[in-house]
């Protein structure tokens, strides 16, 4: 089990471009978590999934962010017609419902630079 | 609705002394988790130490400790014996019945010789 993982680690585009991250949580993890962060606050709750279920967006995901978890593994994020606003650090999470109060793994982001 | 507030944007402490870092909540439900979890200047969030609404006794996990007071909706980190390598951000976070996981906006941790 390599943890969770996030594709790419690194994006640079320019406004207006549309942007695709991919998260791959730990195998046997049903919750998955996106979350954004810029520098010097917390992280802010966009979506999550219990399994391929998409259970809550925040507010913060406007129309242009979608996020999918088809098959109830790995996850996507995307950003259409990308903002100077949207630059930030995106970040996944999983964990596993065996107990409902299990802390949440993350992934090590992707920073995503809008210019 | 839910809601963490971590107070302290900054705290700063000499190495080998303890430090406690505030978090208060809110949640209307019963049944909820809390979590510390440290961000070094790496980036990785961390997870350190897990406090159920139901515990009766206070989370420890090494010089970790959780100071938890239900009636006034608190739930303090508290870190034993500081070392240089403590410096970094420190968020709380909580998780109720909607099963969402939110967090506060951080507080950061200097550790001076």
């Known amino acids: 089990d390599t943890g969770v993982s996030q594709n790419p680690r690194h994006k640079i585009t320019k406004r207006g471009q549309n942007v695709t991250f991919r998260c791959d949580p730990i195998?046997?993890?049903?919750?998955l978590y996106w979350y954004r962060q810029t520098l010097g606050q917390g992280p802010e709750f966009l979506t999550y999934f219990q399994n391929e279920a998409q259970l809550e967006k925040s507010r913060l995901l406007s129309d242009r962010f979608s996020a999918e978890r088809p098959k109830g593994s790995f996850s996507t994020l995307e950003i259409q017609r990308t903002e100077q606003g949207d630059s930030a650090m995106y970040l996944c999470?999983?964990?596993?419902?065996?107990?409902?109060?299990?802390?949440?793994?993350f992934g090590q982001g992707t920073r995503l630079t809008v210019v | 609705a839910q809601k963490i507030t971590q107070t302290q944007p900054g705290m700063f402490v000499q190495e080998k002394e303890a430090v406690t870092l505030d978090c208060t909540y809110d949640t209307s439900d019963p049944s909820y988790g809390l979590f510390w979890y440290k961000q070094p200047s790496s980036g990785e969030m961390i997870f350190l130490i897990y406090q159920g609404s139901y515990d009766q006794q206070n989370a420890t996990e090494g010089r970790y400790s959780l100071n938890f007071q239900k009636a006034r909706k608190s739930a303090n980190l508290v870190i034993s014996a500081s070392q240089l390598g403590d410096s970094a951000m420190y968020f709380c976070a909580m998780r109720d019945n909607t099963d969402k996981l939110i967090f506060g906006t951080g507080t950061r941790l200097q550790v001076f010789p």
């Open positions: 999470a999983s964990s596993s419902n065996r107990d409902k109060n299990t802390e949440a793994f």
């Open positions: 195998s046997e993890h049903n919750r």
